[in-house]
């Protein structure tokens, strides 16, 4: 029983947003109609505070790995991806609290679902079981279906939400199948048992077909949910018919679990111990699987670059971007190694903060407007000023220029690849950003330019919650290109431990 | 040295207490459409900002001077910036016998013409912003020349660029100014490439990111041969960006387009002259690599000689000064490239001050026009702006070389350094070529700008009959300039009577390179003296007259007084050779432009607008083709991992 | 490694095939939905023969039973989803909706 009480006291944060999330929707059922956007919103927002709370305590842990019920980790690089779940939970709330996209009547039970969604991103961050990184990859898959769809009657919200299950089912599917296959051939589900096994038989060098087999499957499921090329093709669609505070979860939160559990997934079974010598075919296959992600992503960058080129709706061209993105972090997975990869924590989290800041300015922008095309942002630097600035700030991190954090986190991921011998890489995705400028500077002039009718939305300002949410994310978008160093520390440090 | 800081630092204040003042006015604006900045409060700001800067630069000048010993300062925020693989990138600045000369130019001219834009900007709409970008400049400009390293150079390099684009660009309305701006930033997105490479390179090879690590490796010689040559070029690649050298000089006469004292401070006096600084901060690599130097050098020589021939024909007042000013810069690279460091430097401070009091004389003549600038519609305003005209007299004998002022010993000393120097790609006798380029050169630069202080001021009013006077915010910096673009000349005059400058110097570029003797170097001065009075004579009597006579002249052109007439004679041989050349270099740098530069550029931008719309037709819509994409590329993924070794 | 000779693994590996094949080919929503059941089957199939006669048999059973409990879930939701997308199209073809595009 005590053994019991102990481990349970490791998931306390699971449990509290498992526990807020009933909240709300009970909450749901008693508040009066019409103010459940603000109500469950705010107990939402409750539940997340405590959560971090929790999470807070787990931050310096001893023993720095704490293993829970046999299928989960406690460690920093988990906490990490949690903490980035719970904040881009919190400006997802309040987005959408904010936001007049999802306003309408039945938004209660919204809040629970995405709460159902960071959960599911909590396990495939801390989970080293591969079931239970399946029944948490399809407990966020599935909540973030419902949302993608949320806007009822919305003909583009549908047609969104349908191409997203479909493909999510099927990669889903895809990766599940090449689960069952390690499980075939190493008899185990758990990740710290596959590993040493599938050393063995690299050791006795056969059965590289079937491990070849199993690890392909399981890296286009991977694929899929971080949307690299040629699985991207739903990710466009999705973020822009679904509801903008649901496209900032998916672009953000989504996509950093995914990238969580495929780092996890890498780490644990298919880089070689260095320091100890693994079999010689290992090394071999590592190296192969790391060109195998680099050729991966070459080609998403480049094709996310060039289709956001031509975009002139706002969150398409986001969203294309963010596929670009995903590409030169997954250049840190490529490397295959403990730098590289915590290049790409450092990497995601610098993500984060110019992402949510960039979709949180589209979102003020359509809320205000309606609108979500880049020619019709005219004249915003001159309305609004502060949000255009903090903009402003979004982009130049985005397209990777000092002093922001976008800077030194490409700086990072360069330096990886070229150590680890991916010169071609780093000199694709350097053209790449060159290329980047142009739609991002696009958006930046337009912002700036005078609009031909001056009066179409001059009565339209920023509501002072809405700049400060924005504020605060212009400022971590730039601190961390200065004062980085606690964090690349940190992202160090839970690299180091990751098993 | 808490102080060193501080010298960026307050201009960088300055630059945010005019973007809020700024922001302050966009807010008033939202309820009355014309609310005016408050420009007396704005101008006295970034001008003080300025100001203290220069004072803090010259107090840090007179510590420097009064050290002992290796005569720098130095300040680390930190030592480990950026972490990397390699070598740690730090941060810090380094105040030595070059960055403080430089400190003090950029600072001093700059607070000048930060006090002449006030009179200059009055009643325009943007002026906060102007300020702000300016004043930003300035900070981002001490940044530059103080780093010790080559990323916090970079950092200098981009926020001159940026504020040098968002300047130019200053009146966006109008489409020309905004393109001039983009022409900017894509041409020196070319040199920061070169930039870049260089400094990885560096890094890669000598293991330091800092200048003094860079140099000593190179001068301890581990490094290669091919290796600093490499280094040289790609190095040179990015100063030929900043400082606007074939075949990237063509953005710097397109960025007239900006405001004037924009064009004096940042396209004269002190952001083009960055590619200078870098080579002479660097030198050891053009010291030890022949092909990098004698590139440097040829390419200075056939900027300066191009760039001189197209200023002789140039109808805009800015125009002619543009081209004047890269053909002076070709001077610099000229010096610099033939070891004569001290030669170019010296050059570099003079012509800081009279090019930038050229253009802000130049300015007051279009301020006083009402925003005229073509030559050929002045004339005749000696009587209506006297203290332009005393004022940029000056400044053009300066810049002719006459005898006496700074120009004419700045000048001669880069002349005679590329006779003493060393030789060219190891050949000697290229050295006299180059000399001779190099002379051409002056006489043309003393023939142009006569013709520009001619047309401007002497003669019959030909357009504007009432110019409106200069008020006193204008005048004040432009005599305080006359007065230095005289009094610099001390910095060094021949026979060893004073290399002040040089001696400065030596700490950082070492000692100069090869001696002429005495009789060579008098030999030499008075040829300079004959050069620039020469094309001053020329420009006399060609334009002396007023452009209505020699008009009149040249339509009625009996052969007998042709004949006769040995300034016909030079109009006419000026007609059938300079302008049917300078056409015909035009032309052939407008084929370049046209098909290599724009081909490039162009070629790219159709590769990438095609890439894009096949990108995006890959989306297409349909969930079946995104089906048919994910199991092909799930097929190609297990494929490669099972048949690739 | 005797498992990836047997004749149900060879089963559940054209099962898979034949799930994929249906997704990449058919143009019938609902078709498309029981493409994806008779992949996750696959995967069923295949915990359930690779631990056939271990001592894991039980552990895999209740693997695949949680697979089981998954689709369902999925299914149900994507059937919802495909509903409302042919409630506003009146069209069950997978390429019906298509506003989203470029």
């Known amino acids: 029983m005590n053994l019991l009480r102990e481990e349970l006291s490791w998931i306390t944060p699971e449990l509290c947003l498992t526990l807020f999330a009933c909240v709300a929707l009970l909450v749901d059922l008693f508040v009066q109609k019409g103010r459940e956007s603000v109500m469950v919103g705010f107990f939402s927002l409750m539940g997340l505070l405590a959560t971090a709370f929790f999470l807070y305590r787990q931050y310096g842990v001893t023993p720095p790995a704490q293993p829970v019920f046999g299928c989960m980790v406690v460690d920093p690089f988990s906490t990490l991806?949690?903490?980035?779940?719970?904040?881009?939970?919190a400006f997802v709330v309040l987005f959408t609290?904010?936001?007049?996209?999802?306003?309408?009547?039945?938004?209660?039970?919204?809040?629970?679902?995405?709460?159902?969604?960071?959960?599911?991103?909590?396990?495939l961050a801390s989970t080293y079981n591969l079931l239970l990184m399946y029944l948490g990859l399809e407990l966020l898959s599935i909540a973030s279906y419902i949302l993608a769809g949320y806007a009822k009657g919305n003909r583009r919200s549908g047609e969104a939400a349908m191409k997203y299950v479909i493909f999510g089912a099927v990669a889903s599917g895809v990766m599940l199948y090449g689960f069952t296959l390690l499980y075939g051939m190493t008899g185990s589900i758990d990740l710290t048992v596959i590993g040493p096994k599938l050393r063995d038989q690299f050791a006795?060098?056969?059965?590289?077909?079937?491990i070849s087999v199993a690890t392909g499957l399981c890296l286009a499921g991977f694929a899929y949910k971080i949307s690299a090329a040629?699985?991207?093709?739903?990710?466009?669609?999705?973020?822009?018919?679904?509801?903008?505070?649901?496209?900032?979860?998916?672009?953000?939160a989504s996509k950093g679990a995914g990238f969580a559990a495929l780092l996890r997934f890498l780490q644990a079974g298919f880089i070689p111990d260095r320091t100890l010598g693994g079999p010689e075919a290992m090394m071999g296959y590592s190296d192969k699987l790391g060109t195998l992600v680099a050729v991966l992503a070459a080609l998403t960058m480049t094709l996310g670059n060039l289709a956001a080129l031509g975009q002139t709706n706002l969150k398409r061209m986001l969203a294309y971007s963010s596929i670009a993105h995903a590409g030169y972090v997954l250049m840190g997975v490529a490397t295959m190694n403990r730098e590289g990869f915590s290049s790409v924590l450092f990497y995601l989290v610098v993500y984060y903060f110019m992402n949510l800041g960039a979709f949180g300015v589209v979102m003020y922008y359509a809320n205000t407007t309606g609108d979500e095309q880049i020619d019709d942002l005219k004249g915003l630097g001159w309305r609004s000023p502060l949000v255009a600035i903090t903009m402003v700030a979004f982009l130049v991190a985005l397209v990777g220029l000092p002093p922001t954090a976008g800077f030194i986190g490409k700086w990072f991921l360069f330096t990886a690849a070229v150590k680890k011998g991916f010169l071609w890489l780093a000199v694709v995705a350097g053209i790449n950003s060159a290329i980047s400028l142009f739609y991002y500077f696009r958006v930046a002039r337009a912002m700036w330019l005078r609009p031909e009718e001056e009066a179409k939305y001059a009565t339209v300002h920023a509501s002072p919650a809405f700049a400060a949410l924005l504020l605060v994310l212009a400022v971590g978008t730039v601190w961390f290109g200065v004062g980085f160093d606690s964090l690349l520390r940190y992202c160090d440090y839970s690299q180091n431990l990751l098993r | 040295m808490p102080f060193l800081p501080l010298i960026p630092l307050l201009p960088l204040a300055g630059a945010l207490a005019c973007g809020l003042l700024h922001l302050q006015v966009l807010r008033a604006r939202r309820h009355h459409a014309d609310a005016r900045p408050a420009e007396g409060l704005i101008g006295t700001i970034a001008t003080l900002a300025v100001a203290a800067a220069f004072a803090l630069s010259l107090e840090r000048f007179f510590a420097l001077a009064g050290s002992s010993g290796e005569r720098v300062l130095t300040w680390r925020a930190t030592d480990v910036w950026i972490p990397t693989g390699g070598p740690a990138i730090p941060f810090g600045f380094r105040f030595d016998a070059l960055s403080s000369v430089m400190c003090l130019v950029i600072t001093g001219v700059g607070a000048l013409i930060h006090l002449y834009s006030i009179g200059y900007m009055k009643g325009d709409r943007g002026f906060a912003r102007f300020f702000t970008y300016l004043n930003l400049f300035v900070a981002a400009m001490l940044v530059l020349v103080l780093a010790d390293s080559m990323p916090v150079l970079f950092i200098g390099w981009e926020g001159v660029g940026l504020c040098s684009y968002l300047l130019i660009g200053f009146w966006y309305e109008e489409m020309k100014n905004a393109e001039a701006g983009q022409k900017a930033f894509v041409v020196n997105r070319v040199g920061d490439f070169g930039f870049l490479l260089a400094m990885f390179a560096a890094a890669y090879w000598t293991g330091s990111f800092e200048f003094t690590g860079v140099n000593s490796a190179v001068e301890g010689g581990k490094l290669a041969t091919w290796q600093t040559t490499v280094l040289g070029l790609l190095l040179f690649v990015g100063a030929c960006g900043k400082s606007a050298q074939i075949p990237l000089y063509v953005w710097l006469p397109d960025a007239m387009a900006g405001p004037t004292p924009v064009s004096a401070l940042i396209h004269a006096a002190t952001m083009v002259t960055a590619g200078v600084y870098l080579v002479i901060r660097t030198h050891p690599i053009?010291?030890?690599?022949?092909?990098?130097?004698?590139?440097?050098?040829c390419t200075g020589a056939a900027t300066a000689i191009f760039a001189g021939s197209m200023g002789l024909v140039a109808r805009d007042i800015k125009k002619v000064l543009a081209y004047s000013t890269v053909s002076q810069l070709g001077f610099l690279f000229l010096g610099a490239g033939v070891g004569a460091y001290g030669a170019s430097f010296y050059h570099l401070v003079t012509h800081a001050f009279f090019k930038a009091l050229l253009f802000l004389g130049a300015g007051s003549v279009i301020l006083a026009l009402h925003h005229e600038q073509d030559l050929f519609k002045m004339g005749g305003l000696r009587r209506a702006l006297p203290g332009s005209y005393r004022t940029m007299w000056i400044g053009?004998?300066?810049?002719?070389?006459?005898?006496?002022?700074?120009?004419?010993?700045?000048?001669?000393?880069?002349?005679?350094?590329?006779?003493?120097?060393?030789?060219?790609?190891?050949?000697?006798?290229?050295?006299?070529?180059?000399y001779a380029v190099a002379a051409a050169t002056a006489l043309m630069t003393s023939f142009y700008t006569f013709r520009l202080i001619y047309l401007a001021f002497e003669g019959e009013p030909r357009g504007h009959e009432h110019p409106h006077p200069n008020p006193t915010v204008i005048t004040l910096p432009l005599v305080v300039l006359a007065v230095a673009s005289v009094a610099a000349a001390v910095l060094g005059l021949p026979f060893g009577i004073s290399h002040a400058l040089q001696h400065w110097l030596e700490p950082v570029i070492g000692e100069p390179q090869g001696h002429l003797s005495h009789s060579a170097e008098i030999l030499l001065l008075v040829g300079s003296g004959v050069i620039a009075l020469l094309g001053f004579a020329i420009a006399r009597a060609t334009y002396g007259g007023g452009l209505a006579k020699a008009e009149a002249r040249a339509a009625a052109r009996p052969a007998l007084y042709n004949a006769l007439s040995a300034r016909w004679w030079i109009d006419e041989l000026y007609d059938a050779t300079v302008v049917r050349a300078v056409r015909l270099t035009s032309f052939i740098a407008g084929l370049i432009d046209a098909f290599v530069i724009d081909g490039l550029v162009n070629g790219a931008a159709s590769l990438a607008k095609r890439g894009a719309a096949s990108a995006r037709r890959m989306a297409d819509g349909s969930t079946q083709t995104y089906a048919l994409w994910f199991g092909a590329g799930m097929v190609v993924v297990v494929a490669s991992l099972v048949l690739l070794r | 490694m005797s498992f990836f000779g047997a004749p149900v693994f060879f089963l559940a590996a054209a099962l898979f095939a034949l799930g994929i094949y249906?997704?990449?080919?058919?143009?019938?929503?609902i078709v498309v939905l029981m493409s994806i059941e008779l992949m996750l089957n696959a995967a069923n199939l295949t915990f359930l023969a690779a631990a056939r006669g271990t001592a894991q048999a039980n552990e895999a059973s209740s693997y695949a039973v949680f697979v089981i409990l998954v689709a369902a879930a999925e299914v149900a939701v994507g059937l919802a989803l495909v509903l409302a997308v042919f409630r506003l199209k009146r069209d069950s073809d997978i390429d019906a909706a298509r506003d989203l595009r470029g």
């Not at chain 1, 609290?97 to 960071?118: H, K, N, V, W």
Request: hydrophobic letters at 50%; a neutral charge.
């Open chain 3, 22 to 29: 249906g997704f990449m080919t058919r143009r019938n929503l």
């Open chain 1, 81 to 89: 991806f949690k903490l980035f779940a719970v904040g881009a939970l």
């Open chain 2, 286 to 297: 053009f010291d030890v690599s022949p092909i990098a130097s004698g590139v440097v050098a």
């Open chain 1, 230 to 252: 040629p699985f991207h093709f739903w990710t466009p669609d999705v973020y822009e018919g679904a509801p903008t505070p649901v496209t900032t979860f998916l672009a953000v």
């Open chain 2, 396 to 434: 053009a004998a300066a810049l002719a070389g006459l005898p006496l002022f700074s120009g004419f010993f700045s000048k001669d000393e880069i002349l005679a350094g590329v006779l003493g120097g060393r030789p060219v790609f190891g050949i000697p006798g290229l050295n006299w070529v180059l």
């Open chain 1, 97 to 123: 609290m904010l936001s007049r996209q999802t306003r309408p009547d039945g938004y209660g039970e919204f809040y629970f679902i995405l709460l159902c969604a960071g959960l599911g991103a909590f396990f």
């Open chain 1, 204 to 210: 006795l060098d056969h059965g590289t077909i079937p």
